[in-house]
T-cell receptor
């Protein structure tokens, strides 16, 4: 009964490759996010979708392209991977209720680019 | 711009002590704050939140204090246990962006038996 799940958990690939990370939530939330956490643990939002519509798009290279086929899924595709893309990527979801903006995080995908 | 920072990158305490983790924020228009706990190899996990119209909120063994005058947030953990060892993040919801949280840099809490 995992709330927010991501696949794969680990991803090792070479520079220049294209890869995708998948995220699914079974909480019935209407908003989903992608975050990047660097080696210093700094957590920064990349994208957010609300009801399949892109609502937050931070300053992210256009090699990163999110896709939300439905409210329960948010995938992240990365083209032409670079060394600096190595990080842990977290998916999260939320639904505003009674003034709470709590986001539920997945377990993360550790991407290593060699 | 928005920024949320922490005063102490690492806090070491003895089991049973009370822990206080501090956070400074810069956006006076932020109306919501939240604390997360991240254990090694896991995603951040919600601890407690507080709206800007409150100055204190208590949970189970945790208390969050909000001082809007000096733009300061703190998380107090009572009777700290080894299982509390983790990285703790504060985050704020600013006045721009839909449900956008801006995270601080994190504080590592180390609890020794």
């Amino acid at each position: 009964d995992t709330a927010v799940s991501q696949t794969p958990k680990y991803l090792v690939t070479q520079m220049g490759n294209d890869k995708s990370i998948k995220c699914e939530q079974n909480l019935g939330h209407d908003t989903m996010y992608w975050y990047k956490q660097d080696s210093k643990k700094f957590l920064k939002i990349m994208f957010s979708y609300n009801n399949k519509e892109l609502i937050i798009n931070e300053t992210v290279p256009n090699r990163f392209s999110p896709k939300s086929p439905d409210k329960a899924h948010l995938n992240l595709h990365i083209n032409s991977l670079e060394l600096g893309d190595s990080a842990v990527y977290f998916c999260a979801s939320s639904r505003v209720s009674a003034g709470s903006y709590e986001q539920y995080f997945g377990p993360g995908t550790r991407l290593t680019v060699t | 711009g928005e920024s949320v920072g922490l005063h102490l990158p690492t806090l070491s305490v003895q089991e049973g002590d009370n822990s206080i983790i501090n956070c400074a924020y810069s956006n006076s228009a932020s109306d919501y704050f939240i604390w997360y706990k991240q254990e090694s190899g896991k995603g951040p996990q919600f601890i407690i939140d507080i709206r800007s119209n409150m100055d204190k909120r208590q949970g189970q063994r945790v208390t969050v204090l909000l001082n809007k005058t000096v733009k300061h947030l703190s998380l107090q953990i009572a009777a700290t246990q080894p299982g509390d060892s983790a990285v703790y993040f504060c985050a704020e919801k600013g006045d721009t962006g839909f449900q956008k949280l801006v995270f601080g840099t994190g504080t590592r809490l180390l609890v020794s038996p």
